[in-house]
């Protein structure tokens, strides 16, 4: 019995400071927030309260498509053509997220958005194409929901 309360306390104390790493880290929506701000003034029709029941709707069409749009540009995942370059956003995302395990998650998830990478009808604007990455992204917010919101 006291070798199953040991190995019980043990997990607890091990869940709790994995807790505590994952609480105090930053999440991807925080290294977002500089740039969200931005481009709410962008387009003024978007608040940050808007985008946070966006992404808790898991829907990003609920807001401005070239917000998305603007996002993903500036964050280096939309390129200056309008289109999703993987290998520059995978290299920003580094530079957005510290945390090694948050890094991989986010990186599995943006290799897995190349879908997007389909014609889209605005050409090099990337609105319709943000509104489609952002989509790829919050279908995953469940995976991780504890880094991204």
Known sequence: MSKFTC?????VVTSLRSFHVRADTPTFRD???????????????????????ATEAGNPYLVHPCF??????????????GE??????????RKLVTHEEQYRKLAE?????TSVKDTVSDGETG??????????FLRQKD???YMYI
């Open 109 to 113: 998830i943006a290799r897995q958005c």
């Open 68 to 81: 998305n749009g603007c996002v993903f540009k500036k964050a280096g995942f939309i390129n200056e053509n």
């Open 31 to 53: 290294s977002l927030k500089p740039l969200i701000e931005a481009c709410t003034k962008e387009y003024p029709g978007v608040s940050t309260h808007i985008v946070d029941k």
């Open 143 to 145: 995976y991780v929901k």
């Open 84 to 93: 999703y370059d993987i290998n520059s956003a995978l290299t920003n995302l």
């Open 127 to 136: 609105c319709e194409r943000g509104s489609r990455l952002s989509a790829c």
């Open 7 to 11: 190995i019980l306390l043990c997990v």
